[in-house]
């Protein structure tokens, strides 16, 4: 089955603690940190998906984090996607 993805290109990442996520962090369970992803999508509009730190770090080995025509973001992974670049507090 292929699930729905959101086709990004990554500007930057950053890992944070949960705390610095303010009131979204229950999307997150017991994570001791977690994965902040800014990028913009096919349109050119600016997202900030926030998700699984160790998803991150395989998006990052395989080289997929680094592709200019963009990878898949799914919502197993990245709960919680806001318009804009969010700054961690």
């Not at 089955?1 to 930057?12: D, G, I, K, P, S």
């Not at 944070?16 to 994965?35: C, M, R, S, W, Y």
């Not at 699984?52 to 990245?78: C, E, F, I, K, T």
Request: net charge positive; with cysteine.
């Amino acid at each position: 089955m292929n699930e729905a993805a959101l086709w990004v290109r990554a500007v930057e990442y950053e890992m944070v603690d949960p705390d610095q996520v303010g009131t979204i962090k229950q999307h997150f369970g017991n994570l001791e940190e977690v994965a902040v992803l800014r990028c913009v999508d096919r349109r050119g509009v600016k997202l900030t998906a926030m998700g699984d730190p160790v998803h991150l770090r395989v998006l990052l080995a395989s080289g997929q984090a680094s592709n200019r025509d963009g990878m898949a973001l799914r919502r197993p992974h990245w709960p919680v996607v806001v318009k804009g670049w969010f700054q961690a507090s």
